[in-house]
């Protein structure tokens, strides 16, 4: 991502753009997987904006690392943070380059980020076990009048689902209402590395 795509990113957070502090209803989901949940409670929320599901996953005692592109962004989440007294392990990265550590957590999400090229490190990462939660625009999200238009931006149908093969799929949808976007969890393999 250039400086001109972080300085983009900074003034529309700077703005109140992306200001929310109310998770993604999604995010709830996970709490029907609390048996499988590994033990380690080590997560890391990708291209994390502001903070809110880093502050949501902190709040039930994970360990949160939380990434994004912004400085602004990343500021109102240690504001978001400090104010309710929680700690965030936060890191300004260009995620096209950043590298990731093999078995580093037990849950990832990533929400209304898609980088292809990122997703066989998002899979590395997770420890054998854990549990990923992504959410992101589909093609049908160009039904709407809002929201990314670029390919680059948008799954194709079944594309979430397909990526995730070699994982026990737990939850998968594809909705049209509002906004076309796929929805996932999904759990790695608890025998070890993936192979490919």
């Known amino acids: 991502m250039s400086n001109d795509e972080r300085a ?20 709830g989901q996970l709490e029907n997987y609390s048996e499988l949940l590994p033990s380690g409670r080590r997560a890391l929320d990708v291209a994390c904006g502001a903070g809110r599901h880093a ?13 994004d592109i912004s400085f602004e ?36 999400t990533c929400f209304f980020y898609l980088q292809r090229k990122l997703l066989p490190a998002l899979k590395a990462a997770l420890s054998p076990g854990g549990l990923i939660v992504f959410k992101t625009y589909t093609t049908d999200q160009l039904r709407f009048s809002d929201g990314p238009r670029h390919p680059l931006h948008l799954l194709q149908p079944g594309e979430l689902l397909d990526t995730f093969r070699d994982f026990r799929v737990l939850y998968y949808e594809e909705t049209v209402q509002d906004s076309g976007v796929a929805q996932l969890i999904a759990r790695k393999n608890e025998s070890g590395p993936l192979l490919g």
């Open 55 to 67: 502050i949501w996953l902190a709040e039930r005692g994970w360990n949160v690392t939380a990434c």
């Open 73 to 108: 962004a990343l500021r109102r989440a240690a504001a978001l943070a400090s104010e309710r007294g929680l700690h965030l392990a936060l890191y300004c990265a260009d995620l096209d380059t950043a590298p990731l550590l093999p078995h580093k957590f037990d849950l990832i």
């Open 8 to 27: 983009a990113w900074d003034e529309r957070f700077r703005s109140g753009d992306h200001g929310s502090r109310d998770p993604d209803p999604f995010l």
